[in-house]
């Protein structure tokens, strides 16, 4: 059997990662990481393989003992504070960074060979230039440094439990 976690699980990408693997997967079991009391929670495919774990942000350093079974994938999909004046809100970002290094240990106690985390554009900062992956990141919100600083957290620990890191870092793009 599969099992994956994903925290964000009511978020967009989150939701639809979950439809896909209930379309796709046959032998799959799902940990949907919500927030207590989300009222998002009914967005949710209902499904006897999708499991439901009530935890708030600060709380993700219990993660690993209410699944209590080894894993394979786990996908971080939370963050506060993306978009509006939140985003230059250092001491909010700086717990996005303490939280999500707490959804990292929980990954590496459940045994997880892969750690999937949401970049974001912010990493890089501005530029005046199409963005690519080998643009140099210089990001300058407070949002923009903690994804960044956790990614390079995130790829450090990693190596040390041969567990592959997916970031990919999503754009939004401008038209003209």
């Known amino acids: 059997m599969h099992r994956i976690v994903i925290t964000g699980a009511t978020s967009f990408i989150g939701i639809n990662l979950i439809r896909q693997y209930l379309l796709t997967e046959s032998d799959i079991c799902i940990y949907a990481v919500v927030r207590k009391n989300?009222?998002?929670r009914i967005k949710l495919p209902v499904s006897e393989k999708v499991k439901i774990i009530e935890l708030d942000m600060e709380?993700?350093?219990?993660?690993?003992?209410?699944i209590n079974e080894p894993c394979d994938s786990?996908?971080?999909l939370a963050w506060n504070g993306t978009r509006g004046f939140d985003r230059s809100n250092a001491e909010l970002q700086n717990k996005n960074f303490i939280f999500s290094c707490d959804v990292l240990n929980a990954a590496l106690e459940l045994g997880c060979n892969t750690f999937i985390t949401a970049g974001s554009q912010a990493e890089y900062g501005l530029h005046s230039t199409y963005i690519t992956e080998e643009t140099a990141a210089k990001p300058v919100t407070a949002y923009g440094?903690?994804?960044?600083?956790f990614y390079s957290e995130a790829k450090k620990n990693v190596m040390k439990y041969s567990v592959r890191l997916i970031?990919?870092?999503?754009?939004?793009?401008?038209?003209?």
Request: aromatic share 18%.
């Open 74 to 76: 786990f996908f971080s």
């Open 59 to 66: 709380e993700y350093f219990k993660l690993a003992s209410k």
């Open 38 to 40: 989300s009222p998002s």
């Open 145 to 149: 440094k903690s994804k960044l600083q």
């Open 167 to 176: 970031e990919p870092r999503f754009l939004v793009c401008m038209g003209k």
